[in-house]
C-alpha cells in the first residue's frame, strides 16, 4: 500500500508518497485548483493501483482536493498538524518546509491510517449547515444593530421607547426607517439620519434570517421524508440522529420539549 501526504495550501499543494517501508516514491507541486486536482489524480494512479492519502486541511484549504479524490473512489484521510509537527521532529531532517510536512503528513498514514478520520462526500446537509450558519450570522447582525440603534436613540429621545413600537416588531422596524426625532440642531439630525441608515441594514438582517429559516424548515423536511415510513417506528426515541436534524435544531428560535416518554418532545422532526 503507497501512502501519499499533502501539504495543502491556498494556492499550491505539496505531495510525497512513500512505501510501507518509509522509503520516498515521489514528489509532487501543483495548483490548488480542479486543474491541479487532476494533475495530482494522475500522478497518484502512476504510483500503483493500491494508495492512500493524506491531506493536511481536509476540512479546510485542502477539501476541494480531498472532495475530488473522494468522489472518484479515493480514500482519503484527515491528518491533523499536530502530529505532522511531531512527524518532523522525529525525521532526519529537522526544520519546516511544504515537502517535510506532505513527508509527516505521509508517514502518519503509513503508521496511523486505521485510526485517521476518513473523509466522505460532501452531501445535501452540506447545504443545511452553510444555511443555519448564514442565519446565525443574520440574527447576530441584527441583535449588534438593534443595540447599536438603541444607544443613539437614548442619546436622541432618552424616553424614546413611549413613542416608538418595540425595536423587534415590524412595526418598531418602519418607525425607525421613517425616524425624524424631537427637534434639535445638526448633531440630532445626523444621529436621527444614522438610525434610519441603520435600520435598514437591520431590516436587511432581519428578513436575510427570516427567509434562510424557511430554506432550514424547507431542506429538513425534504431530508426527512423518503425516511419517514422507515422511521416511523422509532418516533418515540428522543434526540436528533441526522446531521440535518441537529441543524435544524440549532437554527430553532425556541427550546424544544424534553419531557421524558415524550414522543413530541426533542427535535422538530419528532413532531407529528
Known sequence: MIAVGVDAHKRLHVAVALDQGGHVLGKWKGANDPRGWGSFLDWCASLGPERQVGIEGAW?????????????GESVFEVNSRWTALGRRSARSVGKSDVLDANAVATTVVREAGTLPRVTADDVTVILDLLVSERESAIVEATRLRNQIHSLLVLID???????PTLKTKAGLVALCEYVGPPSGAIG???AASVRRLAQRLQLATDQAVFLGRRIRASNAADRAPSERSSRHSSSTLGCASRSCRS?????PRSWGTRS????????????
Not at 479546510?60 to 472518484?72: D, H
Not at 435544524?248 to 430553532?252: G, L, P
Not at 416518554?261 to 407529528?272: A, I, L, Q, V
Request: positive net charge; aromatic residues 4%.
Open 60 to 72: 479546510n484549504l485542502g477539501r476541494g482536493l480531498a472532495q475530488f479524490l473522494v468522489e472518484r
Open 158 to 164: 432618552p424616553g424614546y421607547e413611549r413613542s416608538l
Open 189 to 191: 439630525l445626523e444621529r
Open 248 to 252: 435544524a435544531c440549532r437554527a430553532s
Open 261 to 272: 416518554g415524550d414522543s413530541r418532545s426533542g427535535c422538530p422532526s419528532r413532531r407529528r
